[in-house]
């Protein structure tokens, strides 16, 4: 079954706000197993929008629009579908009544608030058609089914759109669907897009089901495995294998096989895990690793304190980095980086440290040290381990990928030092 | 002059990422007055991306395509477009010769390190056109002009994407307009979007040229000032009186009227300038205001160091937050948010101090300290200022919006203090 996204609104076209509902929509056909091919994109134009339905029709088997149900003028879409398909708009009388509810509730203090002729165009719908209905505003979404096509309208605000779309629209679609869709995910640190693609090229060009997607993220490659099968069990059969496969290729570089995780979740977990605590020292990344850790909840457990020690001053005062060090080899050095985790995690007391300092730019460069070398270094109850990056890319990549390999080189050294392979 | 994006790529389609390329793009039309009637996101499909390109070809006079350069089997957007002009692809000396160089510098470790035919599909262009620098990564953008039309192809991730159109997109679609677009933003931090429009609504009914444009960030309200004219000083001219009277009427809420200021360069600007020195001291942050101070280059002057005090112990033995203080008041108090900010500057030795303390959920909310609670602490010279907010948003956002307001505070107390209005 293919499905088919248009956005209405010119708001879109102004770039005034991203457009997450065709992300978020985008993701669910892809789990419901409907096959997208195009989303567009329209402004609140009759004739623009018109056009787009009837060739969205013409390869669609559904059809999903977003936006331009509220009730100014410049919402059309519910015309637009009518116009389209040759439909009258007539009265609901359901949703005329939940106006008025709406709007005394609303106005309760003030009884002689009107509603305005524009608020009952929200009481129209397109004959024929089921209401659907908004618990979390006034317009309500629509399912017209004509011939042997579904059109589909939603509310564009997404705090309206997607209580909708997961109450009523998901066990509709799922209703028409007779396979389901199934995937796993498989997310690599420390090996560059187009090395990991090579590795299982193989894989890639036998591909049919499971298919096997890259994604490419800033640092990471995550493969998607997507199985479709009559039930859950059967795509999970069909997916193992390749997943298995992933795992014995990839090995260590690959930080999990889960969707909900991520690089900061699995050191946190590993963390626990080992019963280990951890504490960070940050130079050009200035606290951003740190900020990155405390995305997982519940940190505190491993994680009680970091130094953002940007000036010399303060990685001599906190983490006990020597005079002599700093002059000799400078503060973006192996040698410092190294004395910076060690002296976090002795500051802290806790087992491990991890130290970041290097030359984000754009200024500060020289052809000794230029822009993009970073040194990171971990220390784990007595040893250190250092790496030495040149990273491409701006201030803000750099630090980044500067943060994400970090985490990283802990990560590998737990797993190393403990003997325990995660996989 | 019509204007039409594609968007290439089928992680698009399976809702993986959200297109803010979209998004920026669009901005970026609107400002450059380019109309933008469709947006169209395909996967990574030759029939469909040929589709697409005609269609948009026989609609526009610029055609935008991001996305489908990377060196993987599945980038065709080159090749694409190469078909729908029945042109060639033909080798670009100076891309190949960058090519090298970018592999030899990053695998100067690795000699053995050879680059893969994928690789070298990044240096072929489609003759005739305009090939494109990246500073950010290895493929290369590109300008094609063909008959009337012009068609501007590049690479998907924003962190190369934005920089090119910036430095070379940007100002190719400016030569091609015969009216100059000009415009100006108004930033503005601590009054909220509704509020704010709703203060210069007979400004917004009223505009023509110059247009006004109120754009909503997490935490922030931009309006952008727009006038088209002959010339940039005719522009300029225009524009002037609209900021004059946004500046009378949002006053201190205002943090710059300068496209390429943010909340933090102001922030280092303003603490320069008055010969300041500031420390950080976070806790459900986590070092994300500090990683954003880092932001701007050159921090170092007024910014050394910063403590990530997640654990009360860390509060106690770093920035000598009281034992009885916790006790009596918890960690998450107003209290506390001001013992940290002073305890942070007398650490570092710094005029200022900037403390942030809360709860950023989803889990430790009680209904006397719920999830969105944040203290927030400003020290300056002997005074501290503590405000109490209450945040709506999941952990991520309660995060980000507590950076923002520690920012603005300590910049609002800076003016006060110095009796020095920015304006």
């Given at each position: 079954m293919i499905a088919e996204l248009i956005s209405v609104g010119t708001e879109l076209l102004l770039g005034?706000?991203?457009?997450?509902n065709a992300c978020y929509l985008s993701r669910k056909c892809a789990e419901l197993g409907y096959a997208l091919y195009h989303e567009i994109t329209v402004g609140d134009n009759e004739a623009r929008l018109c056009e787009a339905i009837n060739t969205a029709l013409s390869r669609a088997d559904v059809v999903i629009l977003t936006g331009g149900?509220?009730?100014?003028?410049?919402?059309?879409t519910k015309q637009a579908v009518a116009k389209v398909l040759n439909k009258n708009l007539v009265t609901d009388e359901d949703s005329r009544r939940k106006i008025e509810e709406y709007f005394k509730f609303r106005y309760q203090d003030n009884p002689k608030h009107t509603i305005s002729e524009?608020?009952?165009?929200?009481?129209?719908?397109?004959?024929g058609c089921t209401v659907v209905g908004n618990n979390n505003g006034t317009a309500p979404g629509y399912i017209v089914e004509h011939n042997s096509k579904v059109i589909i309208l939603l509310p564009g605000p997404p705090s309206e759109m997607i209580p909708m779309f997961e109450a009523s629209i998901k066990p509709y679609l799922q209703k028409r669907q007779n396979k389901i869709f199934f995937s796993n995910m498989v997310k690599i640190c420390g090996i560059g897009e187009s090395k990991a693609e090579a590795d299982i090229i193989d894989l890639i060009k036998a591909q049919s089901n499971p298919t096997i997607a890259p994604y490419a993220k800033d640092g990471e490659v995550h493969f998607r495995i997507t199985a479709s099968a009559d039930n859950e069990e059967e795509a999970k059969r069909l997916i193992k294998p390749v997943v298995d496969e992933l795992v014995k290729r990839f090995g260590i570089n690959?930080?999990?096989?889960?969707?909900?995780?991520t690089l900061e979740s699995v050191l946190v977990k590993l963390l626990k895990q080992h019963g280990l605590t951890l504490a960070t020292a940050e130079s050009c990344t200035g606290g951003l690793l740190a900020g990155r850790l405390v995305?997982?909840?519940?940190?505190s457990e491993v994680f009680g304190e970091g130094f953002v020690t940007y000036s010399n001053e303060a990685k001599m005062k906190y983490?006990?980095?020597?005079e002599e060090t700093l002059r000799q080899f400078?503060?973006?050095?192996s040698q410092t980086a190294g004395e910076m985790a060690q002296g976090a995690a002795r500051a802290a007391g806790a087992n491990a440290g991890l130290a970041i300092t290097g030359i984000a730019g754009p200024?500060?460069?020289?052809?000794?040290?230029?822009?993009?070398?970073v040194y990171i270094a971990a220390y784990l109850n007595g040893s250190v381990a250092v790496n030495e990056y040149h990273l491409k890319g701006n201030r803000q990549k750099v630090r980044e990928l500067s943060v994400i390999y970090a985490m990283d080189l802990l990560r590998r050294m737990i797993l190393s030092q403990m003997n325990n392979q995660q996989f």
């Open positions: 005034n706000i991203v457009n997450t149900l509220g009730p100014t003028e410049d919402d059309i524009n608020n009952w165009k929200q009481a129209l719908k397109i004959e690959i930080y999990t096989t889960s969707e909900e995780e995305n997982v909840s519940g940190v983490l006990n980095v020597k400078g503060a973006v050095s200024d500060g460069g020289t052809s000794a040290k230029p822009v993009g070398l």
